[in-house]
């Protein structure tokens, strides 16, 4: 008995010559912290850029790309953007997690702005235009007393930014998160760069009941000097117990904060259920996130007001605009992750994507160094506390071999934090 070849019905046209990928290169520099840039380029020499940074984890993700995704990019279509992404998350067959979401998200980033560049338009007119002029940024204010961060809120007010960050360090606790120019164990400073070029992470420690005792005093301040109207946010970094967390909602409710950011660790979503019930202090989460399914139940069950999550770690443009669409529908807004660990290019891709969703709500800004600005040329201006992506074609930001030649990559660790007996806790 004569058997005939199965065969696909419908073959996967091939793609015309000027758009099939011809060259995928990982970069890795480190201009002042460590990047990892994607670099695609089509048949005719388009070129797209995207963004594969994991804060202290940078070399897994250059692997995976170069080991692992590089050569099945060769001769692919660069405008099947959807497609790619669906390949290359389901066929992985070990979906998420943030070194897989990270690579996916720098081919994704890299073929919107190919796409862009094709056509010939800024990426935000392809994501189908503005909503807004522009996008409001928050910046970091922080203080290792009231004195020291009422006047970093004022230089923040000089800067032109409208809405503000508050960070501060704890009677008894030796260093805090998000607190600039405090001394470390090793001596170095904290700034704007939690990261450091150390063998080891620095030991941070903490007490939360001497935390949740003070914070209310600190927002007290600031509003006593700043009135009512100034935006105010704060970022607990996942430390809190539920009930430690609905305890601080509720005792900055006078303060009415804007949002009070990873007030628990985010993996266990139904934590957020118990803080919701207690407080009326606005709760974003997702820095962390690296799916849609990490938002299901916050987003089904409305327990928050902001998604965090960055293109740069949910998956690219292509996720987190579903991720964006899926929160309109509860009325969540956006507040996308924009620490110096986004590249610019990540950051570029927050500011198209977040110029033309209609859910829009805020936008984190911690300014690249001067040296991260000179190998990454982008196109994104902040003026009046208002970011905007620039009219250039694509993302609208290049990248400088020559500059970045002079910065190779460094390792370095994000800190580790212990409670006064020892215990390792969440940093
Ligand atoms: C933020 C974040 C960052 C993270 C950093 C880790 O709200 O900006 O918490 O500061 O700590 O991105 O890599
Ligand atoms: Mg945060």
Not at 56 to 84: K, M, W
Request: charged residues 20%; negative net charge; hydrophobic residues 40%.
């Amino acid at each position: 008995m004569s058997t005939t070849p199965l065969a696909l019905p419908i073959a996967v046209p091939e793609p015309a010559e000027r758009d099939a990928i011809a060259r995928a290169e990982v970069l890795v520099a480190s201009p002042d912290r460590n990047f990892v840039t994607l670099r695609l380029t089509t048949g005719d020499g388009l070129v797209g850029l995207g963004d594969a940074t994991l804060n202290g984890r940078e070399l897994a993700v250059a692997s995976y790309l170069a080991d692992h995704v590089v050569p099945l990019l060769l001769g692919r279509d660069a405008q099947r953007i959807e497609d790619t992404w669906q390949f290359l998350y389901r066929s992985a067959y070990w979906r998420r997690g943030p070194v897989t979401m990270a690579a996916i998200a720098a081919v994704d980033v890299a073929l919107w702005d190919i796409k862009a560049k094709r056509a010939g338009m800024p990426l935000y007119q392809l994501l189908g235009g503005a909503s807004r002029a522009g996008l409001m940024a928050y910046g970091h204010a922080s203080g290792r007393d009231v004195p020291e961060l009422l006047d970093s809120v004022r230089r923040h007010l000089d800067e032109g930014f409208r809405s503000i960050r508050v960070q501060t360090s704890v009677p008894g606790v030796r260093t805090v998160y998000g607190v600039a120019s405090q001394p470390t164990s090793t001596g170095g400073r904290y700034d704007y760069e939690p990261a450091q070029r150390v063998p080891l992470p620095v030991e941070e420690d903490w007490d939360t009941r001497a935390y949740l005792r003070h914070i209310p005093t600190v927002f007290e301040a600031v509003r006593a000097e700043f009135g009512p109207g100034l935006p105010l946010l704060h970022d607990g970094h996942h430390r809190m117990r539920p009930i430690e967390a609905a305890k601080l909602g509720k005792s900055l409710e006078p303060y009415d904060l804007f949002w009070l950011e990873d007030c628990t660790p985010a993996e266990n979503q139904e934590a957020l259920r118990l803080v919701r019930q207690h407080t009326t202090t606005p709760l974003a989460i997702g820095e962390v996130f690296n799916t849609a399914w990490d938002y299901q139940t916050l987003l089904r069950e409305q327990l928050i007001d902001y998604v965090r999550g960055s293109v740069t770690h949910t998956g690219g443009i292509t996720a987190l605009r579903k991720i964006a669409d899926q929160a309109a529908m509860y009325q969540v807004r956006t507040g996308f992750h924009g620490p110096t660990d986004i590249s610019p290019v990540g950051m570029a891709a927050a500011l198209h994507l977040g110029l033309a969703i209609h859910n829009f709500g805020i936008q984190e800004l911690m300014p690249h160094s001067a040296h991260t600005l000179e190998v990454f040329r982008t196109s994104c201006t902040f003026t009046g506390g208002y970011l905007h992506p620039g009219e250039s074609v694509g993302l609208g930001v290049d990248y400088d071999d020559e500059a970045a030649a002079a910065f190779p990559y460094e390792p370095a660790y994000l800190p580790t934090t212990r409670l006064h007996d020892g215990t390792v806790h969440d940093w």
